[in-house]
């Protein structure tokens, strides 16, 4: 299930409540590009930093770079796979309860 997302919102959930400086040691990426990002900043993040954030996290990149406006939510989904672990508990009872509902 792939989450459509902004890249400002995809940061803060897939960081999960890291500051900037934390985020910017784990990356590598400066403090000053992180806090730009979270501000919704008109410019479209790097790829080259998009895949750095991902790496750091250990996150596949599809959904990423869908966020940050490389791909479309339809390209990225027809490959890209949310590790379990990037859902809420809420979220994987709902998806059950779908699932087993039918």
Do not use: H, N
């Not at 990149?61 to 869908?66: D, F, S, V, W, Y």
């Amino acid at each position: 299930m792939l989450i459509v997302e902004s890249w400002p919102d995809y940061v803060r959930r897939t960081s999960k409540g890291l500051t900037q400086e934390q985020i910017a040691e784990r990356t590598g990426i400066s403090q000053t590009t992180i806090s730009s990002w979270l501000r919704s900043a008109p410019s479209r993040p790097k790829a080259d930093m998009v895949i750095a954030f991902c790496r750091a996290f250990q996150l596949p990149p599809l959904e990423a770079l869908a966020a940050a406006g490389y791909l479309t939510a339809a390209e990225a989904a027809s490959t890209a796979r949310t590790p379990l672990g990037a859902y809420s508990t809420a979220e994987l009872f709902d998806e059950m309860r779908r699932r087993t509902s039918d």
